[in-house]
């Protein structure tokens, strides 16, 4: 199969790529992001053939895979910003801004996330526009599936933007300024100016994407590789969990998280991929594919992510972010029986995360959705709607699966308050190093904690202050002249 070359309009004025394609087309559909360059196609003839259509779509996948995004930069601001990490080295590059508490509209991160969500967001309005205008290239099945993948990775990089970017939804139901929502396939700069939605507007953008997309996403893929790197219909379930515990519709977690979580214990999906819990360690050393993996981002020889921009190599090989002795890893409920204390190395007195834990050129699979988010997901939902049985059993199930053997003491889950804040640590706990920590204090309107070092500290941040989240990038401020009002 040929592999075709990107046509790639981007304006520095706008740190938009405007791409039809960022050269990914599959040999198979094996090897998704494994690209053997051979021809070029332009514009013109993008939608020709079948396979160049599945090189549009693989290039939504690719640009999500960029290193300010998914690639590993994403992962890495994130958890700075927590309190589970240690900074050791004031490093600019590798996120100190963010570890300090000190990101402005000039800096680096600020302006190249909001790009690659934006590239994102704007391959995948050019492969719906392409396919509405290219009938009969592909079975009308193939061309909803293909949409149905667009609509997508457009939600989870909405997701992901407006949870940076804007004022939390749980501050006032979702009424502050949110982003410019960009529908539009674009392949010029003619259409930059736009003014921001709101919140609530871009969570409900979101979600009928997703919406549309449960419809007409496959049930599963041909193997276990496609079945973790691409979007199948459990995908989209499983991050409409996401998105509506974020913006406090327990309700419609619940509701969702039905759809592939069983009424009892062992936990499992029964229709699509058949999600469940594995063991630990394996799905982060040796089985990146298995069924508790509903969505990853793959790295290969020919396009991993390395150097500065690589969340394993800063965080681990690098040793520029121990864990915080008093934070999660200190807690003392966390028991050295737990599979999961396993994810650590020693060295100059203080620990390491080794949960991603490949040498160089660090290939271990960077994890975007697991099913035990959605069991914690679904959880704290219960808790918070008082259905507490449920609540501890789906608890019980992510904490036994790692540590057979805990009990959780009836001071824990007694009380619904109690129930919630044992759920919420136990996200700390599960999630450590996936990007949850900055996320899961600023949609519970929480105090970023302080932290600090013998030689460095980084101040609280309370939720009434302008770096609470993201400000906006420089980039945008000077190029989208409605952005501001």
Known sequence: ?????????????????????LSVLACNRDELLNPQPETSVSGANAFDTPDRILSLVNGIY????????????????SE??????????????????????ALNSGS??????????????????????????????????????YVAEAK??????YFDLVTLYARPYNENKGTSPGLPLRLQAETTTA??????????????????????AEKDLPLTYSTALLNVTRAHR???????????????NYAKVIEEAKKIVSETAPFTASSGVAHKLQNIVEIFTTNYTSTESILSVPMTELDNVTGQSSFPYVFNANSEYNLNPTGIWGDTEWKSTDARRTFSRTASGVQFLTKYNKPSPFLDYLPIIRYSEVLLNYAE???????????????????TRSDAGYVFPTDAIGTQSALVSTILKERRIELLGEGFRSNDLVRNLFTLPAKSSSALIAPAVEPSQANYIFPLPNTEITSNKLLLQ
């Open 381 to 399: 939902a219960a808790a918070r709607t008082g259905d507490l049985a449920k609540a501890v059993s789906l608890l019980q199930a992510v904490r």
């Open 62 to 77: 690719k640009s999500a895979k960029a290193a300010n995004f998914y690639g590993g930069n994403y992962y890495t601001y």
């Open 191 to 212: 259409n930059n100016d736009l003014k921001r939605s709101s919140v609530a507007e871009i969570y409900t953008q979101i979600i009928k994407d997703l919406d549309e």
């Open 80 to 101: 700075a910003r927590g309190e589970e990490f240690i900074n050791r080295t004031s490093n600019t590059f590798t996120a100190f801004e963010a570890w300090s508490q």
């Open 152 to 157: 997508f990775l457009r939600a989870l990089s």
């Open 234 to 248: 459990n995908a989209a379930i499983a991050l409409k969990t996401r998105v509506y515990l974020n913006s406090g």
């Open 108 to 145: 680096n991160f600020v302006a190249g996330f909001w790009a690659s969500g934006y590239s994102v967001i704007n391959n995948a309005n050019i492969l719906i526009k392409g396919i509405a205008d290219n009938p009969g290239k592909v079975t009308d099945a193939v061309g909803k599936q």
């Open 1 to 21: 199969m040929k592999k075709f070359k990107n046509i790639l309009i981007h304006s520095p004025k706008l740190y938009l790529s405007l791409a039809l394609s």
